[in-house]
């Protein structure tokens, strides 16, 4: 104890009393300076020559309590302390963690020294390229209060030793730099491998919470306490000051650390148990008329899972204030999801939901793919993000037209790139038109043969032949005339009992003849058609010999062939083209969706040399603002890298076969189930109220939408894409699964499972 200290004068009279409060606060952690402050009040009392009984009784408390409370810590500790908070305590005085003894001379001191900086580097490239949400990094903010803490020492006029201390605070850094390292690791393990359900997910159990609460609720009540002290004790030596800030500031490291790795325990055990489900939770300090510390947590304990939303109820969740959106439905809620990554989407209630369906079949690799947002990073630092497409190259453009050319054996050798499916069929729709009218300006072939139960598009051009009544139904006037349909290919709802395939092939090809005919030979300009139907019909495949015999009668009607594959292309059926499997070769081919899999809006029309070798005006007229623009060509490009690099149009088609397989063995029995079709991860599970006569449910249950909400809701977190209008345009259910590529058996089987329970609660909610 120096002498030349200054001491703080005494405090009217109450010396006793702050000095055994000060104890009795210090028990849980004695911080260093208390003795040394109850000597120089002592000392202060004795000088002072006055209160002496007192000064004797201060040494008692001294000698007494304070070193057997450290002795009693101490040998507790040995012993299996039974005070938990002495545990929690003793662990609490970082400062023995950073202030590591060390002789910078001594060699292996040297080679800790360089380990320690080489991981300290590591964590921050790390930290740098995991792309983990930053705030879950309680431990980098941790170094910070040390960093500050060896500033505040600098800072202080009587430091001994500034060497030691910058040394000390090298050490310091690494070592929360290890500590950090060590965290990142098991952050970034944790959320994609062990609970990646659960890390953003953050459930509780009520008894978790509790004691993590009390935990939290007694730390900060030492929080507060220290601030007191500084202010109240040592606002004058900045000294103690120093030291009592770097415990402050520690205790709040030990608080964030704790908080953290409750919060991942009862993750796990919520996980282990599942039983319980988190509904909301909501964690407040609010600061009204006193400080207040409140929390609030709303388990429910479910027996049964939940029951879908019953149409009536949709009213409640009238979207109200702040809810301006026009591409929503006026009164239903919908999650808001804050994050997503890989195969999952992560609410801002904290849920994870599995999606099963790839968004609307977009999400072919899943979401937030590190590889793909750096490339459109790095093509948009460039600054050549946009370019004119009709006044400039694009080198990324070019590779992705190339590459999408080569992908067809150059039997498709034009790609002209857009921004959205109907984007792409507008432009498919114009080309046949000029493809015919760069030949003779005179002709009449403006007919576009589409057929029943068809999506190819929203805008006027692309609804205009897509037989698709809901969505056309308060356009009717204004889309095409010059439109003629035919019945769509759907064995389970056409094929009669006893037709061979062959027949049932012939009699469609008649049928399309015949509406050549109807509409003049001379007019027809083109068919158009998805390989495998999507949203309209539910992953309907055509019966093998259908395409083959379709395109034959395009070929002696000299008719286009125009394959729409916007959601079942580019590896969603296990073929990286649909078309392949049909056996024939589209004139014009519609790319979309899973081209940018999302991360960019990007759609493609493929064109053959017969019909881009007849534009004798030696370009297609047509041109959008945003048509090829090259942050899109960048992202499909390595999106379609990805695919090809990871083989995974080969894991479409082994899980698909395999997701298809257990849908059938699960399902089929189901009273309800009418037909499961489809393969890959493009799968279509139809629902009847009657197996045997295939009636439909009545369209206003919303049975689709009933299963999908059911499955959407919390104990199921799963998202299915619904259909409806599969009969008649009107009547009929079904869901599509169109899971992310990267799926596995483990995630088929889950989906199977989720889609069991749920056709199971939804039905007997109906059939009661
Ligand atoms: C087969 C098909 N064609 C066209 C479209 C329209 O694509 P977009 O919504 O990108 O305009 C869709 C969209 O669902 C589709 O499934």
Redesign the pocket.
Known sequence: MSKNRKLLPPRSGTLEREILIKLALNSWSPPRNTQFLVYNRISLNLEQGSKKNFSTKIKKINNNNLTSNRKALNSNNKKKVKNIFQIISSYLDISKLYFIPINIFEKSSLIIFFILAILFIAAVIFILISNVDLSNYYSIWSILPPLFMVYLRMWEKNAREFKELCIKGIYMISNLALLSLILALFVYLASNYLFYDIWVQLPFIKSFYISKNILGFCLSIKIVISIIEIIYYHWKEPKILCNKLYKLLSSLIVLAFFYQAIYVICGAILIICDDIELMEFKLEIKLKNSSKYQSELKVKSIDKPAGPARPEDLSSHASQGDDKSLNHHFYKDYPKIVKAKGKYLYTDKGRGIFDACSG?AVASIGYGNQDVIDAMHIKNMSGTHYLASSFWKDNDVLKLQKSLADSTDGLLDKVYLTG???DA?EAAIKLACQYYYDQDSETQRKYIISRDHS????TLG?LSISEFPSRQAPYKGILMSNVGYVSSCNPYRQQLDGESVEDFVAKKADEFEKKILEIGREKVMAFIA?PVS??ALGCVKAVPGYFKAMKNICEKYDILFIA?E??CGLGRTGNYHAWKDSGVVPDILIL??GLGAGYFPV?AILVSPKVWGELKSEQFIHGLTFDAVPTGATVALKVQQIIKDKDLVANVKKVGDYLGKTLKAKLSNHKNVGDIRGEGFFWGVEFVEDKITKKPFDSKLGVSRLIVDCAKSPKFNMTFYPGSGTVDGVNGDHIIIAPPFMTTEEDADHIVEVILTVIEIVFNEINK
């Open positions: 609307a959205s499916g109907s069929t999506y190819h598009g929203n692309a998805e999507g949203a729409d916007i959601m979309g969706k759609a």
